[in-house]
């Protein structure tokens, strides 16, 4: 059975820009989600709220728009948008727990509300022009919600569902919840795609025994640490040098891309420190060199620290892991 990979969204990090790079230098991914837009007005839309996205030609892998949004007036109207330029699949995002947005039923926020949510979709369902994807958790305070909303989800023809099994109190901390996982799969008459806690193909190989029946699979921070990732998970692999020649030409073409983007250098510093905050942990001791990164006050400072975590050796499962679990602070 072939698997299908995609890269997860992580707002402030997975731009474009950083989208394409990645397609052209890592192999393995077969399709990215955009992270999420917000606040769209109906019956104005706002073109720059969409720039992350449109025009669509400028992709260079299968993309899939995320909206976050409770109003499907706003839901449809940027479908329809979307439409327009192009696109055939929108994901809508049931999963952020950001207390800011989840007190208001937006992301995860939403999933205790089963009769707003069957309204929603009793809108949404028949005049979106395109197709419809969840990504979603167990559900906010309590495991118990998504398993009681899975017959609602059942009744409409859902693209697909992305599930990230943990509540969204626990933000990204603490273990996922894999028996919960395995309770809405059962349940699920819709394609379920699993996203968590996936940081090496070792795990993913352990998963993929437990879950056989899965084919869509979602990386995250796995991924943004370890660009190799997917192209593991498919058995492919690079030699170490070919390996470091596409890390450099990945973080070359950032360095080209980002000015044209970002024009104030202290954000431009911010989002590669973001990219390192993360990625350092493809290195032995990456943390460490990344403490050199974190204080560097513009670009001058930056590069030479950021040559120094290139060169080291790459890490191993181990210690990949390790950095996952805990190096990175989950929130
Ligand atoms: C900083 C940050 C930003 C994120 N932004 C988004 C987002 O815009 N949309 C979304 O659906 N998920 C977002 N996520 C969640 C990730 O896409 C992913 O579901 C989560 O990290 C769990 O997967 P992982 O364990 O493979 O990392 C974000 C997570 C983090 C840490």
């Known amino acids: 059975?072939?698997?299908?990979?995609?890269?997860?969204?992580?707002?402030?990090?997975?731009?474009?820009?950083?989208?394409?790079?990645?397609?052209?230098?890592?192999?393995?991914?077969?399709?990215?989600y955009t992270p999420f837009v917000s606040g769209v007005h109906p019956e104005k839309l706002n073109p720059v709220k969409f720039r992350d996205m449109v025009p669509m030609e400028d992709n260079v892998i299968e993309t899939?728009?995320?909206?976050?949004?409770?109003?499907?007036?706003?839901?449809?109207?940027?479908?329809?948008?979307?439409?327009?330029?192009?696109?055939?699949?929108?994901?809508?995002?049931?999963?952020?727990?950001f207390s800011r947005l989840a007190n208001k039923k937006r992301g995860c926020g939403i999933l205790p509300y089963k009769d707003e949510i069957r309204e929603m979709l009793d809108r949404i369902m028949p005049e979106i022009p395109l197709q419809l994807s969840i990504k979603t958790r167990l559900g906010y305070k309590s495991n118990e919600e998504l398993p009681g909303l899975i017959h609602i989800f059942n009744q409409y023809p859902i693209h697909e569902l992305i599930i990230h099994p943990r509540i969204g109190t626990q933000l990204y901390s603490g273990d996922v919840n894999l028996d919960g996982f395995e309770n809405v799969l059962k349940e699920s008459k819709i394609p379920v795609a699993y996203n968590g806690d996936i940081f090496h193909a070792g795990r993913y190989r352990q998963?993929?025994?437990?879950?056989?029946?899965?084919?869509?699979?979602?990386?995250?921070?796995?991924?943004?640490?370890?660009?190799?990732?997917?192209?593991?998970?498919?058995?492919?692999?690079?030699?170490?040098?070919?390996?470091?020649t596409r890390v450099k030409d990945f973080y070359n073409e950032l360095l080209q891309v980002t000015p044209r983007r970002m024009s104030n250098p202290v954000r431009q510093l911010g989002f590669l420190k973001a990219i390192w905050y993360y990625m350092s942990g493809l290195f032995v001791d990456g943390m460490q060199y990344f403490d050199k990164i974190k204080v560097c006050r513009n670009m001058e400072e930056f590069y030479p620290a950021a040559e120094i975590l290139l060169s080291q050796p790459f890490a191993g499962e181990h210690e990949i892991e390790e950095h996952f679990r805990f190096k990175l602070k989950h929130l």
């Open 1 to 32: 059975m072939s698997i299908r990979i995609s890269l997860a969204p992580f707002q402030g990090i997975t731009s474009r820009d950083y989208r394409n790079a990645w397609a052209r230098h890592f192999p393995g991914l077969d399709c990215v």
């Open 207 to 244: 998963l993929q025994k437990r879950f056989p029946g899965i084919n869509s699979w979602m990386i995250g921070r796995g991924a943004l640490i370890n660009p190799f990732l997917a192209s593991q998970m498919k058995g492919i692999e690079l030699s170490e040098r070919e390996k470091r």
């Open 64 to 97: 899939v728009p995320q909206l976050l949004s409770n109003d499907p007036v706003e839901i449809m109207a940027a479908s329809k948008f979307l439409r327009g330029e192009g696109y055939t699949h929108i994901n809508w995002n049931m999963g952020c727990p």
